[in-house]
């Protein structure tokens, strides 16, 4: 071959370019390599976003129960009719009735992995700081999305710019298997393919309540499942004012939370779009129980307050409530990373004389302490934890702290970094002897740590090694409407627009001007 070759090239010089294309056609022929863009992995299993929660009468799918199946060997889930039937519809059309239904899992594995990878933020002590993180992702063009899987985080594409100042850790694996919920019968296991809907002839029996539906069994964004009740606004808050407030309540108080809880939900519909519903059950949003407590008083609060709400610029505000402020109200950014608004400010709660002997701010320890040892003229003093004392020790902190207080050696040392306007703690720091990096923990991620302490309105008492005292007042975050003082202003003959002012000022009472929609 290459002495035909050689050959070649000599006729060619007497031959012309024909010869040339002979040689040409017996090269091997070479082309440029292709450009092959990265393919970006998926954060996370996809599923379909929930409706948008808009209209006249708005709908919501709420969780009853989430995690479901999380692996092939998780707790059976089971369905009980309250009366009557059941009927439960797969994907596939095939339907079943009866008085109840149990359903197992199983494992399935995929004909080809699904790779994912993401860059996490978190985790968060709650959702409204992990929205604030997921905003400020946003900021920068990234599609961030909140994430719940255990706790509050936010999950980005792989790659992603990051904000400034904010700690990520990247995550990649692939998912293999699925876990697919059975339904078993008398014939034997049947695997069911999601969403499976439920309806019930007369309610299902869930936690001991009783509830309409209908309901649904859908994925979610980890590979489990969760039941959901779609449930309009108004039924929604059956289950929900009696068991954040109490049944008992003066009318202008149950007035004041069933404005607030629909708020709230329509202002949080977007709380669980990653898992494809809109809102939980329990107190990660607000508590939904059995709407069978709502008695004649509270439905009269929901039926004269119909869909009305409290908005600023024709939105729902973020209307944050509690259980009592300790006689002083909160700044949203004392609770959460948020922006300032104009309705979530720190102030006095209580009469002229209690405003004047408390004025803001109420930085300095000295100021608290004097805050924390009065209760004449405060609304909401008759609380149970109005004024409250805790003990911290070095083996409590530690064990609360987990791995996080490993490097720190005792003893250990506890110290209020920074308060806030009303008092309130917004830096505490746990130290070692050692020169091993301090633990801070800031706004609610110290009472989510800090499991013990009702509110961060305390001071700090040293009892000796790794004991404290802590003297504090309030339940809850502090921001909004405090509910023990709404039930103190309704028994003086407040209206309800009038609390709410009192709590929101500067936010509108009454209906939107156009129909509520998701975020």
Known sequence: MIRLLTLTLLLCMGLGCRAREQVDALQPTVTEPAVVEP????THSSVADPPPVEGPEPVLWVALDDHLGAAASAAPLNLRAFAGSLTLRDATGEQRMGPGFAITWRSVPLDRPLPLARRIAGPYASFESADRV????RDLGVAAEVAHPMEWEVWAPEGSPVPEDLAVRDWQGSLTSTVEPVLQTPEGGRTLQGPVSIEASDGLLWAGGRFEGPFRLQRDAYGSWTLVEQVPVERYLEGVVPHEI???????ALQAQ????RTWALANSHRFSIDGYHLCSDTQCQVY?????AGAAVREAIAATQGKLLSLNNQPISAVYHATNGGMMAAGPEAWAMQPTIYLRPKPDGDEGWSNRHPLPLQ????VLAL????????GQRHPRFRWTRTLSGPGLRQALGAAAEPLVSPLQLKVLERGASGRVLTLQISGSSDAAPVTLKLDAIRRTLRSLPSTLFVLEPQGDERWLVRGGGFGHGAGLSQAGAIDLAWRGWPVERILSHYYPGTVYGPLSTPAQSP
Do not use: K
């Not at 393919?39 to 998926?42: E, F, I, L, Y």
């Open 39 to 42: 393919v970006q992995r998926a």
């Open 364 to 367: 300095q320890r000295q100021a």
């Open 246 to 252: 109490g049944a008992g309540s003066p009318m202008a």
């Open 289 to 293: 129980s059995d709407p069978r407590h």
């Open 134 to 137: 997921a905003s400020r992702w």
């Open 258 to 261: 069933t404005v607030l809880a």
């Open 372 to 379: 924390l040892a009065d209760r004449s003229g405060a609304y």
